[in-house]
T-cell receptor, first 110, second 116 residues
Framework: QKEVEQNSGPLSVPEGAIASLNCTYSDRVSQSFFWYRQYSGKSPELIMSIYSNGDKEDGRFTAQLNKASQYVSLLIRDSQPSDSATYLCAAMNRDDKIIFGKGTRLHILP | DVKVTQSSRYLVKRTGEKVFLECVQDMDHENMFWYRQDPGLGLRLIYFSYDVKMKEKGDIPEGYSVSREKKERFSLILESASTNQTSMYLC???????????????FGPGTRLTVT
């Protein structure tokens, strides 16, 4: 199993709906998790970090971490066309290196 | 806001040339990183530095070296560029002592390098 895995998509979501992006991780990953957004041709930008089990909310974004099931999710409420991008999940592994998933392409349908 | 800048957005070099990619951050961050991003392979860590003159190899250090003489500047060097080093190169920084800091990374705009 790869350390951080994401479905490549594309994930198509109607405007105004909730977009749900998922990421699973292996035992080699420790407790720090991050979500980045990357628009086409641009560099990644940090959306949220999450370090403990449960939910963390920031505006329209909610990160969810479930250590028992080894997954971390990002929910985007009231999706907008401007949310169309590739979303990268990242985590710290046990060698103290940050590992990125390959990203999920999200397409918000107007 | 954190600002990370990279010396060039686009660069074209010939095989065998020595290539320097420069990265500067203005937020006094301790840690700096170099990644390359390729379609289908995602972001891969080349090198990182957690302090001036300190460096650690990432997952793909072969063919690259780095230099960090000042806290705000981290350079990536391709000793003898090859066509398989054609890629998008991304620099990032994060604050705090490594292994105790936030690990939240802030990226520069990237340098698209083409080696012909």
């Amino acid at each position: 199993q790869k350390e951080v895995e994401q479905n490549s998509g594309p994930l198509s979501v109607p405007e105004g709906a909730i977009a749900s992006l998922n990421c699973t991780y292996s035992d080699r990953v420790s407790q720090s998790f991050f979500w980045y957004r990357q628009y086409s041709g641009k560099s990644p930008e940090l959306i949220m970090s999450i370090y403990s089990n449960g939910d963390k909310e920031d505006g329209r974004f909610t990160a969810q971490l479930n250590k028992a099931s080894q997954y971390v999710s990002l929910l985007i409420r009231d999706s907008q066309p401007s949310d169309s991008a590739t979303y990268l999940c990242a985590a710290m592994n046990r060698d103290d290196k940050i590992i990125f998933g390959k990203g999920t392409r999200l397409h918000i349908l107007p | 806001d954190v600002k990370v800048t990279q010396s060039s957005r686009y660069l074209v070099k010939r095989t065998g040339e020595k290539v320097f990619l420069e990265c500067v951050q203005d937020m006094d961050h301790e840690n700096m990183f170099w990644y390359r991003q390729d379609p289908g392979l995602g972001l891969r860590l080349i090198y990182f530095s957690y302090d001036v003159k300190m460096k650690e190899k990432g997952d793909i250090p072969e063919g690259y070296s780095v230099s960090r003489e000042k806290k705000e500047r981290f350079s990536l060097i391709l000793e003898s560029a090859s066509t398989n080093q054609t890629s998008m190169y991304l620099c990032a920084s994060s604050e705090g002592e490594w292994r105790a800091g936030s690990y939240e990374q802030y990226f520069g705009p990237g340098t698209r390098l083409t080696v012909t």
